[in-house]
């Protein structure tokens, strides 16, 4: 369950069908030039008129990231207006519980069991957070990571910010505003608990609720075995996904506002989160995009928060990778839930859990939304900081051959990568910046810095 590409680029799609609008003006060409002299003329014709319409495309359509491109046929030509077009594309729905687990007699809704493998086993969601265990610092192997002036480094002192102060103040208002709750999902097995107190000493305590899916229970480290179809295995997360995601739903639905899933190497800035997800836009866009709710709603618009990737450059074919994951709102989650799950792929044996949710999600009308601020900065990572930081495109993105340049949407390069404003780790302090490079950030939200 290690860091990884977006899923379905190592083993094909996995059921998930997809449309290639990719363009090759080279083959295109090369084809037609080929063949001229061998047909008739009206076939020559027809051939220069197929030419000219690709390179029209091409020329307005592919190579032009960010502008007039498509997103269920509707042309979109900024962020704002890209926003607008998937928050209507989703129904609101009622997000009153409804319960669906069927008396927990099959999968996905079988349940958990305790230590002693009894089934019916409910994690206390709130344990990490009423007591957070210390942060346990190694002196000597800090201050290594502390000298190192790496590109890690780079990315994480000098463009990312964590907004502290917000939480503050607004746990200070909090009689005024009341604030989201937010449920963090983490997925694991038993050979990779040595990763979970790297978790448990950082950002897991800072989510109201916190479970960790797992094939062995461990109330001590918040382990939780919940029961799904088919092996333990890399190749079957999506059976470990559809459980969990249901285990989640029965369990803890009421209390919560937002749901974030990632694997154990995955390092949430919990702070910019919550920034994210209290701010005006999003929850205007769970709203239904204009106005903000009053929270007396009993509707809202499923949100599907994440980092897009366009299948194999269509805009029509858009995921929330893996990396940093997903965050979902009370409406997405119902939705996936009571709707998606017994409907779409629900033997299917993958581990492209990412693709599935999102193409379920699709199939109900709900689109990822673009998590990308205002300047383009995207926040949520598939990598690591350093990796960010360094990258940059090749000179022909959607033709390079290169998974990430093709398959990524509209992205800046270096610092500009990740969302830029106020932000950022303060500096070597302690295992949360160990903890950070080792396992990577992969949601850097209003980041960048420089102040
Ligand atoms: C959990 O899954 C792993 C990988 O398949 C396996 O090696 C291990 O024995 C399983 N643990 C339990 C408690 O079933």
Redesign the pocket.
């Known amino acids: 369950m290690s860091r990884r590409k977006p899923s379905n680029i190592q083993d094909g799609v996995n059921g998930v069908t997809a449309a290639t609008t990719t363009l090759n003006n080279n083959g295109v060409s090369n084809s037609v030039v080929n063949t001229i002299p061998k047909i008739p003329v009206r076939f020559f014709l027809f051939a220069a008129c197929l030419w000219w319409s690709l390179w029209i495309l091409a020329l307005f359509g592919a190579s032009a990231p960010g502008h007039n491109r498509k997103i269920s046929s509707i042309s979109v030509t900024d962020y704002d207006q890209l926003k607008n077009v998937i928050v209507s594309h989703a129904k609101p729905i009622n997000i009153e519980y409804v319960d669906v687990s069927d008396g927990n007699k099959e999968h996905p809704h079988l349940g958990a069991t305790d230590e002693n493998g009894r089934i019916g086993y409910i994690h206390d969601e709130t344990a990490l957070r009423k007591n957070p265990p210390s942060l346990k610092i190694d002196d000597s192997q800090m201050n290594k990571f502390c000298k190192s002036r790496d590109e890690h480094f780079q990315m994480m002192h000098n463009r990312i910010v964590v907004d502290t102060d917000y939480d503050r103040r607004t746990m200070e208002e909090s009689g005024i505003h009341k604030r989201d709750k937010l449920f963090c999902l983490v997925y694991t ?3 990779a608990h040595p990763m979970i107190p790297y978790i448990l000493e950082t950002w897991g305590p800072k989510c109201d609720g916190f479970v960790v899916g797992s ?2 229970t461990d109330p001590s480290l918040g382990t939780v075995n919940i029961l799904h179809e088919g ?3 890399y190749n079957n997360i999506w059976q470990k996904v559809r459980s969990m995601w249901c285990y989640i739903y029965d369990n803890y639905y009421e209390k919560y506002d937002w749901f974030h899933i990632g694997g154990d190497d995955l390092f949430l800035l919990i702070e910019n989160l919550r920034l994210y997800l209290e701010s005006e836009e999003i929850k205007s866009a769970a709203n239904g995009g204009i106005y903000l709710p009053d929270g007396t709603e009993t509707t809202q618009t499923p949100l599907l928060l994440g980092r897009r990737f366009a299948l194999k450059g269509d805009l029509n074919d858009i995921f929330v990778s893996g990396g940093s994951e997903y965050t979902m709102n009370k409406a997405a989650l119902k939705l996936l839930v009571t709707e998606g799950l017994d409907n779409y792929f629900p033997h299917a044996h993958t581990f492209s859990e990412d693709t599935m949710v999102s193409k379920i999600l699709q199939k109900l009308d709900v689109l990822p939304y673009d998590t990308k601020d205002e300047d383009g900065g995207e926040r949520y990572m598939p990598f690591m900081p350093g990796f960010h930081w360094s990258y940059r495109l090749p000179k022909d993105p959607l033709n390079s051959k290169e998974w990430y340049a093709e398959y990524s949407i509209n992205i800046k390069e270096g610092a500009e990568h990740c969302s830029p404003k106020k932000c950022g780790i303060p500096s070597c302090e302690g295992r949360e910046y160990e903890t950070t490079i080792r396992t990577g950030v992969r949601f850097v939200p209003e980041g960048v810095f420089g102040d």
């Open positions: 097995f038993d050979s094939n062995k092996p333990e295995e």
